[in-house]
C-alpha cells in the first residue's frame, strides 16, 4: 500500500529542542549580567569577603528563581525539552543553589566578623538577633541543606516519591523566606527604584510561573474537560487499559507519545498522583493509558469502577513527532514501554519499523494492536522475545534488522537497563544524537 510520507525539518531549520535550550541560557545569561551591573552600581562595600558574600548571595537569589522556572512545567518548555530533562537540570541547579547560599552564608559572616574582631559563628548568631532578616534567611538555609540532602541519589533511592515530594514542598517556604530577607537586607534591592523593579519582576515571574503550571492550568483544565473513566479493560493478568473520556477532549493539546499524572478521585486513591504514558493517539473523544501492576497504585486500576472522576495534570513531554528529523523511523519499545510507542506510530508519517522486546510472548501486550497498525500504515512489525540478555539489541542486530538506522529518527522507550543499552548500539552505530528520541520518567517537587 501506498504511505504519505510527511516531509522532514529543512536542513536549516533549527530544532525546537536547540531553540527552548538555547533561550532558557540566554534569559540566564542577561540576568546574570543585570545582577552585576545592579550589584556594581550599589557600589562595593571595604571589605572585600562581604563583597563576595553579597554577590554569590544575589545569584543565589537568581539561581532560586531559574529553579521555579524549571519545575512550573509550562507547556512550551516541557514540549520542547521534556521533564526528564527539565528535572535533570532542576536537580544540578538544586546542588549549584546549595553551594551559592552555602558561599553567601559563610562570606558574609566571616566578613563582618572580621570586622567586629569577634568569631563567625558568633557574628553570625548577633546578626540573627539584631538584624531584621538574617534569621529567616538562616531558617531558609537550614531547608535547602534539607531537600538537598534528601536529593542525594544515596537517600533519593530509599525514600517513597510520596515522602521525598513532601519534604521537597518545603522548598517553597525557603523561597518566600529568602525573597523577604533579600527585601529586608539586600542592599542590591533597595539601592535604586529600577533595582527594586528588576527583582520584583524576578521573583514574580519565578512564582507566576509555578502558580500559572502548577495550579491554574491544571484546574482550568480539569474544570472545563470533566475527565471520568469509560471503560476499564484487562490486557493481562498484569496490565490494564483505563479508557477516560470528557467534554472537548477535541480541544486538549495532548499529542501521541506524552503523559499526564493520573488522580483517579477515589476515597482511598485520591492523594495518589502516577504518571502514565497516553496508549493511543488522542482522537478527539477519549484518552487511553495502559499500566503495568508494578507497585499497589498501579496495580488497584483495574479495580477502578466506570464512572470515577479523573484529575488529570497535563499533558507533559517531549516525546513526540515534533522533534522528528527524517521522514522515516525506527520505533524500539521494551516491556510496558509499549505503550508511547504503539501511540507513536497510530500518529506518524512515513515508513516505519517497529522492534518489540519483551521476555515472552504472553508479555506482548498490545501486540495484536500493534500489528494491526503496522499493516494499516505499511510499516515493519519485529517481536524479540527472550531472556534480557543485551545481544538481542547488539549493533549488529538492530544493523540486520535495520539497515538504514542511520538515515531514521529512532523513538525509543523501555526498562532503564534496555534503553542503555539501545543507545549504546545506536551510538555504535553512527546514528546522530539529534535523531535519537526518549524520555525518562522523572519528577521533581
Not at 521533564?83 to 536537580?91: A, E, F, V, Y
Not at 527583582?199 to 472545563?224: F, K, S
Not at 516491556?335 to 519499523?353: F, K, Y
Not at 500489528?371 to 519485529?382: F, I, M, P, S, Y
Request: aromatic share 10%.
Amino acid at each position: 500500500m501506498t504511505t504519505v510520507q510527511s516531509p522532514p525539518a529543512p536542513p536549516t531549520a533549527i530544532r525546537p529542542r536547540v531553540v527552548a535550550r538555547t533561550g532558557l541560557y540566554a534569559v540566564l545569561a542577561a540576568n546574570a549580567a543585570v545582577v552585576a551591573y545592579f550589584f556594581a552600581e550599589a557600589g562595593f562595600a571595604s571589605n572585600a569577603l562581604i563583597v563576595i558574600g553579597r554577590l554569590t548571595g544575589l545569584y543565589g537569589a537568581l539561581v532560586m528563581a531559574f529553579q521555579l522556572v524549571l519545575v512550573a512545567r509550562l507547556p512550551w518548555l516541557d514540549r520542547r525539552i521534556g521533564m526528564d530533562r527539565l528535572t535533570s537540570w532542576h536537580r544540578w541547579t538544586g546542588f549549584a543553589l546549595l553551594w551559592t547560599l552555602l558561599a553567601h552564608a559563610v562570606f558574609i559572616s566571616f566578613g563582618y566578623a572580621e570586622g567586629a574582631g569577634v568569631g563567625p559563628v558568633s557574628e553570625l548568631v548577633d546578626l540573627a538577633e539584631t538584624t531584621e532578616g538574617v534569621l529567616r534567611a538562616i531558617v531558609a538555609l537550614g531547608i535547602i541543606i534539607v531537600v538537598g540532602a534528601v536529593s542525594a541519589r544515596y537517600a533519593r533511592r530509599r525514600l517513597a516519591y510520596e515522602t521525598w515530594h513532601f519534604i521537597h514542598l518545603y522548598t517553597y517556604v525557603a523561597v518566600v523566606l529568602a525573597f523577604t530577607h533579600q527585601v529586608a537586607v539586600g542592599t542590591t534591592f533597595t539601592s535604586s527604584s529600577a533595582a527594586k523593579t528588576y527583582w520584583y519582576g524576578v521573583w514574580g515571574v519565578a512564582l507566576g510561573a509555578v502558580v500559572l503550571g502548577r495550579l491554574i492550568l491544571p484546574l482550568w483544565r480539569n474544570t472545563r474537560h470533566q475527565f471520568r473513566v469509560s471503560a476499564v479493560v484487562p490486557e493481562s493478568d498484569n496490565v490494564v487499559s483505563i479508557h477516560i473520556t470528557g467534554r472537548d477532549l477535541d480541544k486538549l493539546p495532548a499529542k501521541a507519545g506524552q503523559f499526564f499524572m493520573w488522580r483517579f478521585l477515589t476515597r482511598d486513591r485520591w492523594w495518589q498522583a502516577n504518571p502514565f504514558s497516553l496508549s493511543a493517539a488522542p482522537d478527539g473523544r477519549t484518552l487511553r493509558l495502559t499500566a503495568k501492576a508494578a507497585g499497589d497504585g498501579s496495580a488497584a486500576l483495574r479495580h477502578v469502577k466506570v464512572g470515577t472522576r479523573v484529575f488529570a495534570e497535563g499533558p507533559y513531554g517531549a516525546f513526540t513527532t515534533l522533534h522528528r528529523t527524517k521522514p522515516e523511523s525506527l520505533l524500539i519499545a521494551g516491556g510496558v514501554g509499549v505503550t508511547p510507542i504503539r501511540a507513536i506510530l497510530e500518529d506518524i508519517e512515513g515508513h516505519a519499523v517497529v522492534i518489540y522486546r519483551v521476555s515472552s510472548d504472553r508479555d506482548a501486550v498490545l501486540y495484536d494492536e500493534l500489528r494491526e497498525l503496522a499493516v494499516a500504515k505499511g510499516a515493519e512489525l519485529h517481536l524479540i522475545t527472550g531472556p534480557p540478555v543485551p545481544d538481542r539489541l547488539a549493533p549488529r542486530e538492530l544493523a540486520r534488522l535495520v539497515p538504514d538506522i542511520a538515515d531514521r529518527d529512532v523513538f525509543l522507550c523501555g526498562p532503564p537497563p534496555m534503553m542503555n543499552a539501545v543507545l549504546r548500539s545506536l551510538s555504535d552505530l553512527g546514528v546522530p544524537k539529534q535523531q535519537t528520541h526518549f524520555e525518562r520518567f522523572s519528577l521533581a517537587g
